[in-house]
């Protein structure tokens, strides 16, 4: 009964309140549009705990480091439930300062481990960026899965494509630097290279082939840089007589 009459009051206040225009508490809403005519990036919501007539409002947006050209930019989507506050309690001023959760509406992440390890951001077509502290890494991910950036706490990068292709392009120079290299593929490896040529170079440059070694140039030049050594000879030297002196 007692909570049946603070209600009572509580439902009365509130009603005095939306007849003056103001509501100063928070209040649940359920986006029904984001397409915005002005393209403000607003948002509106329907309030169902508002009993009067017109219970929808266009509300600004609150988003993280918002500015000129700037900003975090992630709308809710349509029945998404949000959380809105009426500045100076006016309900013609609504802002939205938050998306919430709820029984249907689940979270990407559950923390079912209780240590907060983990900070994601996650579209709805699947894309995410993780941030996991418990395995010190930064991962990049596309919405099939197929596709996997991760930086790990152990100064390793990799670059992960489980289908397609990978494409690395540059208007000018592209440049790797690292202590050793290593390029493997399970079929051919194929360089094709513009009017500049391609030239290797270094202290020893090894050319091994288990099959067939072929070089098809119009021009072929080997320059040793020292004299060539031949090599020695095994067995006797037969002594060519002089077809001169006889």
């Known amino acids: 009964m007692i909570t049946d009459l603070a ?10 309140e939306e007849e003056a225009g103001h509501v100063y508490e928070p ?3 359920i986006v029904t549009d984001i397409k915005d005519d002005q393209k403000l990036c ?40 949000v959380l809105i506050m009426f500045e100076h309690g006016d309900i013609g001023r609504p802002v939205i300062v938050g998306a919430l959760w709820n ?12 240590a907060n390890n983990v900070r994601m951001f996650k579209s709805k077509s699947g894309s995410k960026v993780t941030l996991d502290d418990d395995k010190g890494t930064i991962t990049l991910e596309d919405g099939g899965g197929k596709g996997i950036v991760t930086i790990s706490k152990d100064n390793k990068v990799s670059f992960e494509a489980k289908e397609g292709d990978t494409t690395y392009q540059a208007k000018d120079e592209v440049i790797i630097l690292a202590k050793e ?3 493997e593929s399970k079929q051919g490896t194929q360089f094709k290279v513009g009017a500049q040529g391609l030239k ?29 050594e031949a090599s020695k000879a095994e067995g006797e030297v037969s002594e060519i007589p002089d077809p001169v002196k006889g």
């Open 7 to 16: 209600s009572y009051f509580f439902q009365q206040a509130r009603v005095r």
């Open 27 to 29: 209040v649940i809403g």
């Open 42 to 81: 607003r948002v509106k919501v329907k309030i169902p705990s508002l009993p009067i007539t017109d219970n929808t409002w266009w509300c600004t947006w609150v988003s993280i480091g918002g500015g000129k050209d700037r900003g975090w930019f992630s709308l809710p989507e349509v029945d998404d439930e």
């Open 103 to 114: 029984g249907k509406d689940k979270p990407p992440h559950n923390n079912s481990d209780g």
């Open 181 to 183: 290299i290593s390029i």
């Open 200 to 228: 290797l170079t270094g202290k020893d440059v090894t050319i091994k082939a288990s099959g067939n070694l072929k070089i098809d140039a119009p021009k072929t030049e080997l320059n040793p840089g020292s004299a060539a």
